[in-house]
């Protein structure tokens, strides 16, 4: 099965209003199985593990967005220590906006 799929049903299903009981089934599956997901492959995949740790925690609907987006920031720094070639990317770019910007 699809992770970010189980993921995106995991957060729609608290869109649920009450007594829709489809969604609450839905929520408990996707919940059971994310918890499964995280203990086997936190090794193999940290950054999509901690991405399902977080909204187990407290669902992304219920958050603040300005600390969400503090909180996201400090996990992409994180890849980025962890995956040398991310920070090939902003290299490549600020070197071509540097060509760009050269008047010929």
């Not at 992304?60 to 920031?73: K, Q």
Request: proline fraction near 5%; charge should be positive; include cysteine.
């Amino acid at each position: 099965m699809d992770c970010k799929g189980m993921l995106y049903l995991y957060e729609a299903s608290f869109l649920s209003l009450e007594g829709e009981s489809t969604l609450d089934a839905a929520r408990t599956f996707a919940k059971n199985y994310l918890s499964e997901y995280v203990k086997l492959n936190k090794s193999k995949n940290p950054y999509l593990s901690t991405l399902v740790e977080h909204a187990l925690e407290f669902p992304l609907r219920w958050r603040m967005p300005r600390m969400e987006a503090r909180w996201f920031i400090g996990v992409i720094n994180e890849v980025q220590i962890r995956i040398p070639s991310c920070l090939i990317l902003p290299s490549w770019i600020s070197t071509w906006c540097k060509r760009s910007t050269r008047k010929i």
